[in-house]
Every structure is written in C-alpha cells, then in structure tokens.
C-alpha cells in the first residue's frame, strides 16, 4: 500500500530549526527533509520508514511548514497563490531568530511567536493549494492524518477523491464542532478517544505510541548527570501537571524544559528551575543524561497512560516515575519496568528513595528500556498499523478495495 502521512510542527520549532540551519531554506525540498527528520522532533519519519521495511510506500508531508512546502512546489513547476508579505515575514522573524539562537537561550523566543504564527498562516490558501497538489502527485491508497486540528476537514473530505482510505490521528484536545463524519478510520493512543469515535458513529481503533530504536546511536555515552528532569507542556490544559511540578520544585533538584512559561503565574516555583525548550535530540539527551525522569499526563488522558514520555524515557534507559493510570499495567510492570505514583507527595517520596538507591534504580530503568524495546517500537506499531488498516478494509467497503 502507498500511505501519505500529514503533519505540522510547532511554530517554535521551525523558528529554532532554520535558525540552527540558516542557510536550509535554499536547500531542496528532500534536503530540507533529511535535516528536519534528523532533528528526531516529534515522530520525524518514524511511520514512514518503519511503513517502508514493511515493504509499503510512504511519505511524510509537514504541512505547515512554509520552506519546504515551497521547494517540494517550485521542484515541481507548481504554481502555487503565496503572499509575497507573509513569506518577506517569516523570513524577518527567521534573520531575527537566528540572532537570537546566537546570544540567547530559546526560552526568549517568545515575543516572536505571535507574528510568527500569523507568518506562517495569514495566507492559507497558499498552503492548501500545495497540499492538494502533493495529494493528488502521490495517490495514496491511505491518506493519515495526524493534525486533525490545524488540517481543514472541507479540504480533506475533497481529496477523498484521490485516496481510498483517510484515517484521522489524535491525543490531543479535541475542539469543539468539529466535523468528523469525513473520516473512514479514527486511530487514538487513548482509549477514551477511541470510545469517544465510537461513540458519535466514527469507526476507531487503540494505536499506541512508542520508541525509535536508532535514537539509541545518536546519544552521548556519559553518565547521568542531571538528578531529576521533565519535560514537557506547561499549557493551560495541564493543571494538574503544573500542580505536581511546583510541588517537586519545592521538594527536589528537579530541572523544567518545556513550552508554556508564560502560562504560569509569576510567584509559580517552576520559573527558578525552568531550563527553557528542548527539541528532538536535545529532548532525547536530556532523558538520558538523567537519573529520573517524571511523567505526568495532560488531563485530556482522564484514567488512562498513553503518551509519548513513556516510551521516550524507557526507551533512553532512565528510570520513569509516571502517574498512576488504570492501564499502565498493560504496557509496563509498575515497580519492575518504572514506578507510579498517586499524587504530588508521593512522587516526591518516591523519587527521593531511588535517587539514594542506585542499584534498585538501575535495575527498574533496564528492565524498563528491555520491554520498551521488546515491545514499544515504531516497527512493531506500524505492523499494528497495518494490521488496522487491512482488518478495517476487510470489512467495509471502502473505494478501490471493494
């Protein structure tokens, strides 16, 4: 099967991407492609090259950003509608950026995210003119989506013309009056969702997310160095979250990284231990550069574990203290593979007695990266994957496999 992958990045990460990079812009689309899936943000090509050892076809598409949806374009002598104001924007905010990157840490990006954004989607005509293009250039037998968000339904219920199966992907808060009713197949790491689908008469399925094994090779070898790490988003959809992290503030050694600082309140104790962002294998060094790493879920997972830190910490090989979820067990051995905690103090408690018991700490983390690796890769995902993708197909008929 041909399977065409959407996506979007954060408006922060493109910023700190092509400032790292400045001279990217210029490269071609495949180069720009290569650089962005070494960065290892978010899923880079897990999907698609996993899809690939499976003998299928696969293709990523980032479709909000503005550089490489131009070169895949101009590549292809596409004429595309795109605002001459909002492209001379983002590369303003880009040469601001980069100066930026040069003298500053990435948490002072943000009085340059507002316009940003606004540079990047003033004119999303631009965007969805180039879309349709890449749609109707591949002809994917399965079209995924994995921002039903930001990716507009209307344009996707007309490009089902040109794919036979579209597949929505998401754990993230799902917005009010949105239309649905498009989508052949909904797939959700939380269980709640999948119900949720069910439920409003939308075909789901359980697909969890998991670890890229050659992350391993990318990391530096030394010792643990940071005491206790998290990282992650401090929105106002995490309430809890923030309850927990300025409760260890006060109680542990513990370094912030993540987005959302300006959400906090100003006394909040997490801005004395806040380190700023950390993007792909930045993220993935801090992990393993740590003794601990905390989890906590954004309150959309309700009683359910399923996010992307589970796997990334025990995939590194660092010992995982995550809150307690009613499914946890199906994935890890809470106590042998990573410990749980119930609520703030006890997350504390637990976390100060494996910082002073190394070798129990140890022994939990190895255990735990041993059945992240046995069971929680992309390859094994994508052969779930496609193990949905057939069964569905098997029992509906859907255009082209009828």
């Not at 995982?320 to 749980?340: I, Q, R, Y």
Request: one cysteine or more.
């Amino acid at each position: 099967m041909k399977f065409l992958i959407l996506n979007t990045d954060y408006p922060e990460f493109l910023l700190w991407l092509y400032s790292q990079h400045p001279e990217l812009e210029n490269e071609s689309y495949q180069e720009q492609m290569q650089i962005r899936n070494e960065s290892l943000f978010g899923v880079a090509d897990f999907y698609s090259e996993n899809l690939r050892k499976l003998g299928h076809e696969a293709w990523d598409i980032h479709f909000n950003n503005r550089l490489m949806q131009k070169a895949w374009a101009k590549e292809r002598g596409i004429q595309a509608r795109e605002s001459t104001s909002a492209l001379q924007e983002w590369r303003r905010l880009l040469r601001r950026g980069r100066r930026v990157v040069a003298k500053t840490p990435i948490r002072y990006f943000r009085s340059l995210f507002p316009p940003m954004s606004r540079a990047l989607y003033e004119d999303y005509r631009w965007f969805y003119d180039v879309l349709t293009a890449q749609i109707k250039y591949y002809d994917p037998d399965v079209l995924l989506n994995q921002d039903m968000v930001a990716i507009d339904v209307q344009l996707l219920r007309k490009m089902k013309l040109y794919t036979r199966l579209l597949v929505g992907q998401i754990a993230s808060p799902l917005p009010q009056k949105k239309d649905y009713a498009c989508y052949d197949l909904v797939i959700s790491s939380l269980p709640n969702y999948v119900e949720y689908f069910r439920r409003i008469g939308v075909p789901s399925s359980l697909h969890r997310l998991a670890f890229e094994p050659r992350i391993l090779s990318r990391l530096d070898s030394r010792r643990p160095e940071i005491p206790v790490s998290f990282v992650g988003n401090l929105s106002q959809y995490h309430r809890e979250r923030v309850h927990l992290l300025e409760h260890l503030c006060t109680q542990l050694s513990i370094k912030v990284w993540g987005p959302g600082l300006e959400y906090l309140p100003p006394d909040s104790p997490i801005h004395k231990r806040y380190m700023g962002q950390a993007w792909g294998i930045e993220m993935y060094q801090i992990l393993s550069k740590s003794k601990i790493v905390v989890n906590q879920h954004s309150n959309i997972a309700e009683s359910y574990a399923n996010n992307m830190r589970l796997f990334e910490a025990t995939g590194v090989g660092t010992l995982l203290v995550t809150d307690w979820k009613m499914n946890l067990h199906e994935m890890f051995e809470p106590g042998k593979e990573l410990v749980a905690y119930r609520n703030p103090e006890e997350c504390a408690e637990l976390t100060k007695y494996y910082l002073e018991h190394d070798k129990e700490r140890e022994a939990i983390a190895r255990a735990g990266q041993q059945r992240t690796l046995l069971e929680h890769t992309y390859y094994q995902r994508m052969h779930e994957l496609e193990e949905i993708v057939e069964s569905f197909l098997s029992s509906s008929r859907v255009r082209g496999f009828t």
